[in-house]
């Protein structure tokens, strides 16, 4: 840009972050656009804008949440569309972006590299490239084979459509977008004893929830002494807050006859353990959540606000911030100087970028949460929906998680415009607040004097 003869140039971290802001939106905008025209719905005429673009957005930040049924409101190319958006979505665009941009020959540059090394969550940038290959290569791979496994299955129970069926629901469960098209299932009510259904979409929500290079490291070093501590620490993070929202699944909900009541005891535990691995990203759910008690929404909406790894295609803040606080917290109460685990030390730089992330997140949740009881005041008022039933939606919105009290369709057109906020930000929020603060980062020159303040 020139004024004056003079040349400006954004700084790195801003034009970076405006790539990813303005790709998803761009995304989002034609998402919009082709759900809007008329040979999208099943219905004569065009869908309400609101709807189109709820719909969009959701899709393209892999949330689940829906204002129609997507199975029968929206027409084989309505539901093409939407099946694009969660692909592209759930890649995000700068990691699909590589691939275009080699194949034309294009030569990265730093500030590119950054920006895919942030949205990718590696460390290096001379491999940025290949990982972006191995992304797609991984996920196209993984998609194929979930795909192949459920056509498989879908075909010997004679479900008519069941082609297109495997392939939107692998691709929906790989990128944790919770999007179904199911006939009558109520997302995948109508299979929770279905434990072909249930543990293909299991399978392709973990691969889609842990980030290739977490893979990889499993992959070149089979002793646990050789993982990296991101591994280490993910996975801990995981297996503990999977065993925790099935347990809390079990104790509350296995005697709720709207729940896991009339199951039997293996389907419940199925359910529970398949709806603590789901509830963290991917949106789907073999029971209906509008019955469900409130200890476990409580415990569930923890898990929506955490989310998966960095580097996959989940939301939320993100298990390895929530595991470098809970790590630093260790420390402090153990009264070490430092932040260590596994016998490595982790730079304050981190504990406070993700000190950062979890207190923006919080900030924007209030918001969200404060423009809902503002805009379904009314509805609060007179008993439509609880205050914990919005609260819910909200988390669920920016954890781009997709579950729902039931409630979602009911809210006013404000109100889904604040929703889809909400998803928007809590798709490329924790993104680019690690990127402008990375990018941001570097060596003092200087420090100031130390003082102390006075703490619980």
């Given at each position: 840009m020139r004024d004056g003869?003079?040349?400006?140039?954004?700084?790195?971290?801003?034009?970076?972050?405006?790539?990813?802001?303005?790709?998803?939106?761009?995304?989002?905008?034609?998402?919009?656009?082709?759900?809007?025209?008329?040979?999208?719905?099943?219905?004569?005429?065009?869908?309400?804008?609101?709807?189109?673009?709820?719909?969009?957005?959701?899709?393209?930040?892999?949330?689940?949440?829906?204002?129609?049924?997507?199975?029968?409101?929206?027409?084989?190319?309505?539901?093409?569309?939407?099946?694009?958006?969660?692909?592209?979505?759930g890649l995000g665009i700068m990691t699909a972006g590589t691939v275009l941009l080699v194949a034309v020959g294009r030569r990265l540059t730093l500030g590119d590299r950054l920006v895919l090394r942030e949205s990718m969550g590696t460390s290096g940038l001379g491999g940025v490239t290949r990982l972006g290959r191995q992304i797609i290569f991984f996920a196209v791979g993984a998609q194929t084979i979930g795909f192949l496994v459920l056509l498989v299955h879908l075909q010997a129970n004679s479900l008519e459509g069941a082609l297109w069926q495997a392939l939107f629901l692998s691709i929906s469960a790989f990128n944790n977008a919770g999007f179904s098209i199911l006939p009558d299932s109520g997302s995948l009510i109508g299979y929770q004893t279905d434990m072909v259904v249930i543990g293909v979409v299991s399978a392709l929500i973990v691969f889609g929830?842990?980030?290739?290079?977490?893979?990889?490291?499993?992959?070149?070093?089979?002793?646990?002494?050789?993982?990296?501590?991101?591994?280490?620490?993910?996975?801990?993070?995981?297996?503990?807050?999977?065993?925790?929202?099935?347990?809390?699944?079990?104790?509350?909900?296995?005697?709720?006859?709207?729940?896991?009541?009339?199951?039997?005891?293996?389907?419940?535990?199925?359910?529970?353990?398949?709806?603590?691995?789901?509830?963290?990203?991917?949106g789907f759910s073999t029971i209906d959540f509008s019955l469900t008690r409130p200890a476990t929404n409580v415990v569930f909406m923890l898990l929506m606000f955490v989310g998966g790894a960095s580097g996959s295609t989940a939301g939320g803040i993100k298990i390895n911030t929530l595991m470098v606080l809970v790590v630093a917290g260790y420390a402090s109460v153990r009264g070490r100087p430092r932040v260590e685990a596994f016998r490595r030390e982790l730079p304050f730089s981190q504990v406070a970028r993700a000190l950062a992330i979890v207190l923006l997140a919080i900030a924007v949740l209030l918001g969200v949460v404060l423009g809902l009881a503002v805009t379904e005041a009314h509805k609060l008022e007179v008993g439509d929906f609880e205050f914990l039933d919005l609260l819910f939606e909200a988390v669920s919105a920016l954890g781009t998680t997709g579950l729902s009290r039931g409630i979602t369709a009911e809210l006013t057109d404000p109100g889904h415009v604040i929703l889809v906020i909400g998803m928007y930000l809590g798709r490329l929020g924790p993104l680019t607040i690690a990127l402008g603060l990375a990018l941001r980062e570097g060596r003092a020159v200087y420090r100031y004097a130390e003082e102390r303040v006075r703490i619980g």
């Open positions: 003869g003079r040349r400006f140039t954004l700084p790195a971290s801003t034009s970076a972050m405006l790539i990813l802001v303005l790709g998803f939106a761009g995304l989002i905008s034609v998402g919009t656009v082709l759900l809007s025209l008329p040979a999208a719905r099943t219905m004569d005429g065009a869908a309400p804008f609101i709807t189109a673009l709820f719909t969009a957005t959701s899709a393209a930040c892999v949330t689940g949440l829906v204002l129609v049924e997507s199975g029968t409101y929206w027409t084989g190319f309505g539901q093409a569309v939407i099946l694009v958006l969660m692909f592209m979505g929830s842990v980030s290739l290079p977490l893979l990889l490291d499993l992959w070149r070093h089979r002793r646990v002494s050789r993982w990296t501590l991101d591994t280490r620490l993910v996975l801990l993070g995981m297996a503990g807050l999977w065993v925790l929202g099935g347990a809390v699944m079990l104790i509350f909900e296995r005697t709720n006859p709207g729940t896991l009541g009339p199951l039997g005891v293996g389907d419940q535990i199925a359910n529970a353990l398949f709806q603590s691995l789901t509830s963290r990203t991917a």
